[in-house]
């Protein structure tokens, strides 16, 4: 799998504008957070509602390639279905916090860089696809804890389950 086809994987999941104030990224479009959407405009400010409403497919993709794929080097992870799985990690709950969730299934320092330890113990592992699959039950687990911490996550539960539930069926 490409990273290409990891994009259209995790854009196959979001969907286009949203602004559910439920949501901690507040106004969001394929994915993408006013936050990182103003970043990729190179503004010192969030993007507006409307910048973000206007977002086109090609510019969440190329936010995608540099801030989800790129910048958080998971395009040195060569099993693609545990990249995809960070990847997705990424753009739902941040990459720093998918990195966490990997160095974790690692037993390696956990401090939201990939840096050469982890990359060094990623190597040594021989199974991959279950490495991947502890990433994800990492994952539910994260999603457990986030929902006991702050209630009003509740109405994302779901669809957070039913994404990481689809993912588990394609590994």
Known sequence: MT???????????????????????????????????????????????????????EQARAIYRKCYIEQPKFDQVSDPTLKLILIDSGVLFGTGRATRWLQQALNVTVDGVFGDKSKAALAAITDQARLAREVLGIRFQAIANIVVNDTSQIVLLRGWINRAVALLQDI
């Open 3 to 57: 990273d290409e086809e990891a994009i259209d994987i995790v854009l196959k999941f979001e969907g286009g504008f949203t602004d559910n104030p439920n949501d901690h990224g507040g106004p969001t479009n394929f994915g993408i957070t006013a936050a990182d959407f103003g970043r990729f405009l190179g503004q010192a400010t969030p993007a507006t509602a409307d910048q973000v409403k206007n977002m086109t497919r």
